[in-house]
């Protein structure tokens, strides 16, 4: 919790293992952090889950077809989605 906080008071997108876009919406299919997810996933093999804390926290599209994009990508680069329905 407190690399996320640090990342939210320095506006820094991407630390280690964490991906946070701050203030983009999800309706926004191209985002920083998303982005450089998505690139990091394809060039590390070793990566095999992504842990998201809430569905709509990685696509929040006003058409629910269009939102599966990013998990529909996600699983055909192999990765297994977890998430935390806190």
Known sequence: MEDIEQMQK???PVDG??????????????????DEM???????????????????????ESDPRRAIVHETKLTQMGMTIVFDQL
């Open 17 to 34: 293992d964490i991906y946070f876009d701050h203030d983009i919406s999800g309706n926004t299919t191209s985002r920083p952090a998303l």
């Open 38 to 60: 998505f690139d990091r996933i394809k060039n590390d093999l070793s990566i095999s889950h992504v842990f998201i804390p809430r569905r709509d926290r990685l696509s929040r």
């Open 10 to 12: 320095d506006r820094v």
